[in-house]
């Protein structure tokens, strides 16, 4: 079954330095997101992407952060400066969506990100 | 803008019962859809559970069901003959039609004991 991959499964990084996630999406979906999950509090939306562009996002999601696919199958969460409070475990999700239809997001296994 | 509540931080049931994990939502918008997703200690999310909000009939999907009640705006998961992988967070979600941003619960905890 077609699943989400993500990479790497744990990254500690010092505070002030740049960091990319990585995410590998379902091929054939079309619709792309980045939620985080600070340890012990609910999932919370960032990004989604679709069409090569940012489709919505979230407050959080500042100028420190950067979304690309850089290829036919990547699709990469870019934190420019970390910060103490970058410390959450980041989820990929991708969906089918048609707009104008529902389709499920499915979820990648995480990244857990450390910034120490 | 959307709010999902799930009242109940933990919840204990004894392996082969059946247990409902409450969600409540709310939202202005007339269409949309709510998902339930597994996150076990291991960290990932896994999908459980579609409802849309004009579907006639509540959702099954094997030991999984749907108790969505629009009027009183709840869709409280249903997981019969509970097994004991079945202890993990679980976490509410909605999404209206034709948007992409999932807002989630602060989700349930449940221990399946033997």
């Known amino acids: 079954e077609p699943e989400v991959t993500q990479t790497p499964s744990h990254q500690v990084t010092q505070m002030g330095q740049e960091v990319i996630l990585r995410c590998v999406p379902i091929?054939?979906?079309?619709?792309f997101y980045w939620y985080r999950q600070i340890l012990g509090q609910k999932v919370e939306f960032l990004v989604s992407?679709?069409?090569?562009?940012?489709?919505?996002k979230s407050e959080i999601f500042d100028d420190q952060f950067s979304v690309e696919r850089p290829d036919g199958s990547n699709f990469t969460l870019k934190i420019r400066s970390t910060k103490l409070e970058d410390s959450a475990m980041y989820f990929c999700?991708?969906?089918?969506?048609?707009?104008?239809?529902?389709?499920?997001?499915?979820f990648g296994p995480g990244t857990r990100l450390l910034v120490l | 803008a959307q709010k999902i509540t799930q009242t109940q931080p933990g919840m204990f049931v004894q392996e082969k019962e059946a247990v409902t994990l409450d969600c409540t939502y709310d939202?202005?918008?007339?269409?949309?859809?709510l998902f339930w997703y597994k996150q076990p200690s291991s960290g990932e999310m896994i999908f459980l559970i579609y409802?849309?909000?004009?579907?006639?009939q509540n959702a099954t999907e094997g030991r999984y069901s749907l108790n969505f009640q629009k009027a009183r705006k709840s869709a409280n998961l249903v997981i019969s003959a509970s097994q004991l992988g079945d202890s993990a967070m679980y976490f509410c979600?909605?999404?209206?039609?034709?948007?992409?941003?999932?807002?989630f619960g602060k989700g349930t905890m449940l221990l399946v004991s033997p």
């Open positions: 979600a909605m999404s209206p039609r034709g948007y992409s941003t999932l807002t």
């Open positions: 409802q849309g909000s004009y579907d006639q």
């Open positions: 992407f679709y069409n090569n562009e940012i489709s919505e």
């Open positions: 091929s054939n979906h079309l619709y």
């Open positions: 999700a991708s969906s089918l969506l048609d707009r104008g239809r529902q389709e499920t997001q499915y």
């Open positions: 939202t202005s918008d007339p269409s949309y859809g």
